[in-house]
């Protein structure tokens, strides 16, 4: 077998299509203390973010939208994640997790589950897809008022 | 010009490898099948050549020098619009406007007719299967003129609602903007017969040709439209390069759009004069190796034949749309009567931008997304389609490969079974 499919099997994991068929935390929350919109217009994807957050933790998340397999599986992924965590803990693995999908080498970590995201790296037109989420949720925290975009 | 019955799809219209050198590169160490010429078309040798020969033999700044070569480079300039004349069989060669793409052109007319003619109540018609660069111009129009923008609806199949668009067609009807091909969806609008009700209520009509004038023969004069726009680049051309056919008696009295040299008459600080047409739409330095790489592009598409053309790739459309339909769970989006060398579709659970990966990776290029017609896809209650866009190069083998990448998208997806 060629290295392309190789790739591609790294891209799509099972995790990737089983969460990608079945999103957890996909649901509105009317209750969310945070939430933001976040929008890729090269390739339409859209997602809204819930979070209720208390006393400095995020007690719960959630999103809603579209997207293709990898934005909503990187999506349903992070609402697990971030369960349980300190804004502080959420804000440091977004910003790992942006240095593990876009950098050659990022630092090491440990991301348990999220580490199927990594086969993204190999395919620099799909890493928007991946990050679309974090972003979002990175904008609910910090309460910027814009729609995400990826940059 | 030859018949073109007798021609199928499997008869090839030209040495592929030999005339397009990109074709015999292999991407991801696979055979390139590049599905994706309503984005951009690969290039001729013989239109690369051309533009280089310009900068090796003719290159001078035009309309200004005394000199020979500055003589010879204007020759070779306005012979490039000479050449656009005779592709749309324009009545005059003062009507095609050299410009940097449809786009521009669109701009140019909004930009300069528009903002003379319009005012508050009067109304700008476009359809909903517009391409972006033919609706964001006019919204700016309108925010300038207080014009309103109304849309003629789009059916199910993709057609326009015709019954619909003349019931929008009022007295304050100004301009119509219509794309004469989809570029989302392949469909062929009856842009004669719109034009002949648009000018019934006395509005003009800007036909948006990017999708069509590479895959069928174009005629403005029996359009009889009132502006008609293309880019150079989905014409085997350069990019950066296109133009505008307006009617010479609009044209002439329009007014300045960019302001600069070569545009001018006469300058001095309390006024100035503008050049005649087309001049006077095109301020600056043009890009003339550009004109000429354009005008070896168009030659290359007529000596083939746009007829010989149009007839291959229908034949190329028509096996795509059956092979592709046949796979389990895939929807055609866009199934006009009358369409031209696009295969616009969804398959279930699948989102078109995973399918556009897979595919990748076995070196078939094709579009995925919204194809700047967000309104369309809204339309049909989807975020994307995968598109599938055909040039005069490509080969029964090229769909054999698309359809081998979307049965290995299924597989991997576990879907379509």
Known sequence: MSGQHSDLRELYQEVIFDHNRHPRNFHAMPDASHTADGHNPLCGDQLTVYARIQDGVVQEASFVGHGCAISTASASLMTEAVKGQSIADVEALFKDMHAMLTEAHPEERDFGKLEVLSGVREFPARVKCATLAWHTLHNAITQARDTARTE | ?417
């Open chain 2, 1 to 417: 010009m030859n018949a073109p019955t007798s021609l199928t799809a499997y008869t090839p219209l030209m040495d592929r490898s030999a005339d397009f050198p990109i074709l015999a590169r292999p991407v991801k160490g696979r055979r390139l099948v590049y599905l994706d010429n309503g984005a951009t078309t690969q290039k001729p040798a013989s239109v690369i050549r051309a533009e280089s020969r310009y900068y090796e033999e003719s290159n001078a700044n035009i309309h200004r020098g005394v000199h020979w070569l500055s003589q010879h480079s204007t020759d070779l300039y306005e012979q490039g619009r000479e050449r656009v004349r005779s592709f749309l069989n324009a009545a005059r060669s003062e009507e095609i406007v050299f410009t940097r793409g449809t786009t521009e052109s669109i701009n140019l007319v909004a930009g300069s007719w528009g903002r003379s003619v319009l005012k508050e109540g009067d109304e700008i018609l476009v359809t909903g299967m517009e391409h972006h660069s033919n609706i964001v111009p006019w919204q700016l129009l309108c925010q300038q003129t207080g014009a309103v923008l109304r849309v003629v609806p789009v059916l199910e199949n993709g057609e326009l609602d015709l019954p619909a668009y003349r019931s929008l067609l009022t007295p304050r009807t100004r301009l119509v903007g219509v794309a004469h091909v989809s570029n989302a969806l392949g469909t062929v609008n009856p842009v004669a017969d719109m034009v002949r009700l648009a000018h019934e209520v006395g509005a003009k009509v800007l036909v948006d040709g990017a999708q069509a004038v590479a895959h069928q023969v174009v005629d403005v004069q029996a359009l009889d439209c009132d502006f008609y726009a293309f880019s150079a680049h989905k014409l085997y051309g350069p990019t950066g390069m296109g133009a505008l056919y307006a009617r010479y008696d609009i044209l002439k009295d329009m007014p300045p759009w960019q302001g600069g040299g070569d545009m001018i008459h006469t300058v001095s600080f309390e006024r100035s004069t503008y050049a005649d047409v087309p001049q006077r739409f095109e301020a600056g330095t043009p890009n003339m190796a550009g004109v000429v790489a354009m005008d070896a592009a168009i030659q290359y598409v007529q000596d083939i034949g746009l007829a010989h053309i149009a007839a291959y790739e229908h034949e190329l459309l028509d096996s795509a749309t059956e092979q592709v339909s046949a796979l389990p769970g895939v929807r055609i989006i866009g199934t006009a009567a009358q369409k031209a060398g696009i295969l616009s579709f969804v398959v279930e659970g699948i989102h078109p931008h995973d399918l556009g990966t897979i595919l990748d990776t076995e070196g078939v290029a094709i579009r995925a997304g919204h194809h700047c017609a967000m309104p369309l896809m809204t339309r049909f209650g989807i975020p994307g389609t995968a598109r599938a866009s055909f040039a005069l190069y490509n080969t029964q083998d090229d769909i054999t490969a698309l359809v081998a990448g979307l049965r290995k998208a299924q597989k991997l997806f576990g879907t379509g079974q």
